[in-house]
C-alpha cells in the first residue's frame, strides 16, 4: 500500500489534534504553590499601637509609628519563590491570572497534543514502513493530500493561538487611568528609589537586608529589603520606571510585572495588586557585580493604611492639598485697589 493512500485514510487526524486543544482542562498542576494568607481587613492592618508593642519584633516587622502606619509582617507574604516548585507563581493580578490561565488551560494542552501527535507519527512511519516489512521501497514523491495537511494545519494552530495572544498583549499594555496613583521607581547602582509625586513627592531608598536580619525578622533572605514599595491594594497605579546610571529591570513575578529602567527614558506601565500582602521580585537585568542584591518587595495596603504609611514618611494627600488655606490677598486701599508693590512707580 502506497503512503499516500495511509495519509488518506488519517484524514481524522487534523480533528483528533482539534479537539484535545479544545476540550483540555487546565494544568493547574504547573502553577506554583505560593504562601497562602487569609483575607486582611483594615482593622487587621491597623492593629493597636499597644497590641503591636506587646508582640515579638519578628512577628510584627516593625513598631508602629505616630501615624499609625504598621508595616504588613511575614504571615502576609504571598508572592515570593517556593524551592522545589516549577512553574509560574500564583498571580494576584487580573492579567497575571488572565495570562497564566492562557499558559495553563490553553498553550500547554495545545503543545502536548502537538507533540504526541508528531510522535505518533513518527512511531507509525517507523513501524509500518521499516525494511523488514517493506522490501520494496515505495516509490511515491508527491501527494497532495498529505502537503495540503501538513501546511494548513499549523497555519491553523498559528491562527488559534495568536487570537488570545494579542489580546493578552493589549490588555498587558493598557495604558493607567487618569486618576491613577502615580509612583515613580529609579534604579540605582545597585538599590532601588520608590517617589511619590502625587503625595508630595517624597523619596525613600530601598536596600537588601543583610541574610542574618532578614532571618530574624522572619523573612526570606535575599529577597527583604529595608524599605518596601508600599502602595494601596485594589487600585490602579501608574508605575513609571527608570534607570539613573545603567539598564535595571524591575520584575515583579506574582503580579506578572516586568519593565526596564533605562536612563534618559521614562517607562510608564499599569500595575495592579487584587489584595493586600508582600510581593517579591528582582532586578532582571545584568546590570553590574551587585545585579543580584537589588530585590524588590511590593507592599500592599488598604486604602487607610496607604494614607497612613504616606503620612508616616512626611507626604501629603491629594484631599489635604484641596484643602490648604490659601494666602491672604493684599489688603485693598480706600478707593478699592490693591497696593502697588514696592518700586512700583520706578
Not at 493580578?93 to 488572565?98: A, D, L, T, V
Not at 499594555?173 to 509625586?197: E, H, I, M, N, R
Not at 537586608?209 to 491594594?233: F, I
Not at 508605575?239 to 535595571?248: N, P, R
Amino acid at each position: 500500500m502506497k503512503f499516500g493512500e495511509i495519509a488518506r485514510k488519517l484524514h481524522v487526524l487534523p480533528f483528533l489534534a482539534a479537539t484535545l486543544a479544545l476540550i483540555s482542562v487546565p494544568q493547574t498542576g504547573m502553577a506554583q504553590a505560593a504562601v497562602e494568607a487569609p483575607a486582611i481587613s483594615a482593622a487587621d492592618v491597623n492593629a493597636a499601637p499597644a497590641a503591636v508593642a506587646d508582640a515579638p519584633a519578628a512577628d510584627v516587622g516593625a513598631a508602629v509609628d505616630a501615624s499609625g502606619y504598621t508595616p504588613l509582617s511575614p504571615e502576609w507574604i504571598k508572592g515570593q519563590p517556593t524551592p522545589g516548585a516549577y512553574g509560574f507563581q500564583k498571580q494576584y493580578s487580573e492579567i497575571g491570572e488572565e495570562a497564566l490561565f492562557m499558559h495553563d488551560a490553553f498553550l500547554m494542552p495545545m503543545m502536548v497534543g502537538v507533540s504526541l501527535l508528531v510522535l505518533g507519527l513518527l512511531l507509525f512511519v517507523m513501524v509500518r514502513f521499516r525494511r523488514g516489512r517493506n522490501p520494496v521501497p515505495s516509490k511515491t514523491s508527491h501527494n497532495t493530500l498529505v502537503e495540503v495537511l501538513w501546511t494548513a494545519i499549523p497555519v491553523l494552530i498559528l491562527v488559534i493561538i495568536a487570537i488570545p495572544s494579542i489580546t493578552l498583549l493589549a490588555n498587558q499594555y493598557k495604558s493607567p487611568p487618569k486618576d491613577a496613583l502615580t509612583v515613580k521607581v529609579t534604579g540605582y547602582q545597585w538599590y532601588w528609589g520608590y517617589a511619590y509625586p502625587d503625595n508630595g513627592g517624597f523619596e525613600v531608598i530601598s536596600n537588601m537586608l543583610p541574610e542574618a536580619e532578614a532571618l530574624a525578622r522572619g523573612e526570606p533572605s535575599h529577597l527583604a529589603v529595608d524599605n518596601r514599595l508600599v502602595v494601596p491594594a485594589g487600585e490602579p497605579i501608574r508605575l513609571q520606571v527608570t534607570g539613573a546610571d545603567v539598564i535595571h529591570s524591575f520584575s515583579v513575578p506574582s503580579l506578572w510585572f516586568k519593565i526596564d529602567a533605562v536612563p534618559g527614558r521614562l517607562n510608564e506601565r499599569l500595575l495592579f495588586v487584587k489584595e493586600p500582602g508582600i510581593y517579591y521580585g528582582q532586578c532582571s537585568e545584568l546590570c553590574g557585580a551587585r545585579h543580584g542584591y537589588m530585590p524588590i518587595a511590593v507592599e500592599a495596603l488598604p486604602r487607610p493604611q496607604f494614607e497612613a504609611y504616606v503620612r508616616s514618611k512626611g507626604g501629603t494627600l491629594g484631599n489635604e492639598e484641596a484643602a490648604a488655606p490659601e494666602a491672604p490677598a493684599p489688603a485693598a486701599t480706600e478707593a478699592g485697589e490693591t497696593p502697588a508693590a514696592p518700586g512700583a512707580e520706578a
